[in-house]
């Protein structure tokens, strides 16, 4: 079973929508989440990291779901420059040093 | 500040050749890693270093190897090259405090 699963998507939206992706994680101890963006051909990027209580920067809000071990990325009043790979990331407690990535879920927003 | 910087961004090998790929940060982290991302996948992680002098396996090791002999370079060594090392490779460093990944803008490699 795979560390971290995500929808590969494409979720294809207009402009101005909400759209949210939910991600896994296997392990129940797991520590440490983050959401990084990812655009064609490019390097991840932080986007957000994810805390317990949840938090929100601008149109973007993130929340963690211990009990069901998903955390969550929603995106408000979508825009173009949207449009890019998401990419969750786990952090396993045996090991500080290392990070699980997710495949990406593959957002299109559309005029 | 240049960040992580990876290079060659681009390169073609024949199978069993050899290369390295280099990766410097100018940020001062103690801790870096080398993943490779194939088409349509997630990034797997081959190698890290929590500080010089000090390395580790991840994930997908075989057929790679690291050095770190100082806190900026952390190069990534591929010997006997083959088809299945075909992918883009991202080199990070890792803030202390934040836990924040910074990657290398990184460098794509095709074995024939």
Known sequence: ?111 | NAGVTQTPKFRILKIGQSMTLQCAQDMNHNYMYWYRQDPGMGLKLIYYSVGAGITDKGEVPNGYNVSRSTTEDFPLRLELAAPSQTSVYFCASRHTDTGELFFGEGSRLTVL
Not at chain 1, 36 to 52: A, G, N
Not at chain 1, 62 to 80: E, F, H, T, V
């Open chain 1, 1 to 111: 079973r795979k560390e971290v699963e995500q929808d590969p998507g494409p979720f294809n939206v207009p402009e101005g929508a909400t759209v949210a992706f939910n991600c896994t994680y296997s392990n129940s101890a797991s520590q440490s989440f983050f959401w990084y963006r990812q655009d064609c051909r490019k390097e991840p990027k932080l986007l957000m990291s994810v805390y317990s209580s949840g938090n929100e920067d601008g149109r973007f809000t993130a929340q963690l779901n211990r009990a069901s071990q998903y955390i969550s990325l929603l995106i408000r009043d979508s825009k173009l420059s949207d449009s890019a790979t998401y990419l969750c990331v786990v952090n396993l407690p045996y090991n500080f040093n290392k990070f699980y990535f997710g495949s990406g879920t593959k957002l299109n927003v559309k005029p």
